[in-house]
Nanobody, 122 residues
Framework: VQLQASGGGLVQAGDSRKLSCVAS????????MGWFRQAPGKERDFIAA?????????LSDGSVMGRFTISRDNAKNTVYLQMNSLKPEDTAVYYC???????????????WGQGTQVTVSS
């Protein structure tokens, strides 16, 4: 499966932004999906995951709790990351990922998108 993330850009602190990740290839509903981010000089961090049907989600209990939401539309082969109340520390490259085995917080997803840059100015 190929993943194409989009929706990044330069935003102001306090703004909202919605990232999208479109999948092509194998049936989208065969994959659990995850979002990760990587800030400059830091490791890639898990943000959120969603199961294949979209009935279950898991969000990192870090700073994104209560501000970010993951969702998916299997009819559109797309997973979303809604980001609210953005902070400068949310600045990072955001990656979507797909895993046929199920949703989880680890790095070993089967497929990764190319990433989309989100920059939050203060």
């Amino acid at each position: 499966v190929q993943l194409q993330a989009s929706g990044g850009g330069l935003v102001q602190a306090g703004d909202s932004r919605k990232l999208s990740c479109v999948a092509s290839g194998r049936a989208f509903s065969d994959y659990a999906m995850g979002w990760f981010r990587q800030a400059p000089g830091k490791e890639r961090d898990f943000i959120a995951a969603i199961n294949k049907s979209g009935s279950k989600t898991y969000l990192s209990d870090g700073s994104v709790m209560g501000r970010f939401t993951i969702s998916r539309d299997n009819a559109k082969n797309t997973v979303y990351l809604q980001m609210n109340s953005l902070k400068p520390e949310d600045t990072a490259v955001y990656y979507c990922a797909a895993d046929v085995s199920g949703y989880h917080t680890g790095y070993n997803y089967d497929y990764w998108g190319q990433g989309t840059q989100v920059t939050v100015s203060s």
